[in-house]
């Protein structure tokens, strides 16, 4: 009876363990499939994260490169530039031409474009009129009304200055002592004269006083400078100038066009020589190709001058100037010139 006892005991209990052990299996297989699965699904939670990540970067990079793009565009220059034009007779015309050289350069593009100069200036007397070699003015009784009034420039030791008496030369404004003016020349007598531009209390100087040239130079402007015409180069006294000129302006986007005189050779080398690309060759392209551009068929007279190294008479007024055409090549060049040096954006070009 007891061993039978036993026996039910024995079964029940195996029956009992089986089952713990059969809750056992499935609570744990089942807890795995939920870490599986949990784990899959955490998986597939970064992987698509990462993706949206890389998606953003890459929207960011397209944006970041569609912005440089813009910004590289917004840098082009497709404004009208101011360009200097500056010199004597051949930058200002002549009696004999319809048009000088910045006329025609205006009708070829959209340029702001001002001249600055007198017909017979040197580049001695340039440095006066703009201002860096400064000028002085003693004993001088300026009048309350705008009536002219002679006036004489000194140096710095008090000695007469007459760069720009010799060239017949005037500065459109000036202050001195206060009063606000201009400077002309009167051939009656080849004096300058100081004419105030408002009638005011009279002023009377009676010391060495500064005459402050009233220059209003734009930023980022172009300086075409033609100078020489009127004077000799000595030991390179005109690049020296040129370079103080040039230094006023304060750009690095300026031409400075050769000069086309028969006398002028050396003086062109030496230009060549310091201002490097920024110099134009006009004369030699007016040698080679000038007749030709122009539509002029050549005279013997031309023919003569091209081989004596000279310019065709065909495209001059007189030894220093030339007329129309020579105006509208050196335009021409001048563009060309502004263009390869990318100092102006061809959609400005008319």
């Known amino acids: 009876m007891d061993q039978k006892k036993n026996s039910i005991v024995f079964i029940v209990v195996v029956l009992i363990l089986c089952a713990i052990i059969a809750s056992i299996f499935y609570y744990d297989r089942n807890r795995t499939q939920n870490f599986i699965s949990k784990f899959t ?32 565009n917004s840098k082009v220059n497709t404004t009208s530039p101011t360009i200097y034009c500056v010199g004597d007779s051949t930058t200002l015309g002549t009696e004999n031409q319809n048009n000088s050289y910045p006329t025609y350069l205006n009708d070829l593009a959209n340029f702001n474009i001002k001249t600055i100069g007198d017909k017979k200036i040197t580049s001695s007397g340039l440095l006066v009129k703009l201002g860096v070699t400064p000028v002085y003015v003693d004993k001088l009784t300026i009048p309350a009304s705008t009536t002219p009034t002679p006036i004489v420039f000194l140096n ?5 200055n007459n760069e720009l008496l010799k060239c017949q030369g005037s500065i459109d404004s000036v202050t001195i002592n ?23 209390e009279q002023t009377i100087v009676n010391s060495p006083t500064l005459i402050q040239v009233n220059n209003n130079v734009e930023p980022n402007s172009i300086l075409i400078l033609y100078t020489g015409a009127y004077e000799k180069s000595i030991k390179g006294s005109l690049v020296n100038y040129q370079k103080e000129i040039i230094q006023a302006f ?45 539509g002029i068929t050549p005279t013997d007279q031309d023919l003569q001058a091209i081989a004596e190294n000279k310019i065709p008479t065909s495209l001059l007024v007189n030894e220093i100037n030339g007329n129309d055409k020579y105006s509208q090549l050196l335009s021409k060049q001048i563009l060309d010139k502004l263009t390869t040096l990318k100092y102006i954006n061809k959609n400005i070009i008319k």
């Open 41 to 72: 699904d955490n998986s597939s939670e970064v992987a698509k994260n990462n993706e949206t990540e890389e998606t953003n970067k890459t929207d960011n990079t397209d944006k970041k490169d569609n912005t440089d793009k813009k910004d590289n």
């Open 156 to 160: 710095q030791g008090g000695k007469a």
């Open 178 to 200: 206060g009063v606000t003016g201009k400077i002309t020349y009167r051939y009656e007598g080849n004096t300058l004269l100081f004419t105030r531009d408002q009638p005011g």
């Open 250 to 294: 304060n750009t690095e986007n300026y031409l400075v066009v050769s000069l086309t005189q028969n006398d002028r050779n050396e003086t062109n080398e030496s230009l060549r020589t310091a201002h490097g690309e920024h110099y134009l060759d006009f004369k030699g392209y007016l040698l080679s190709n000038g007749l030709a551009d122009a």
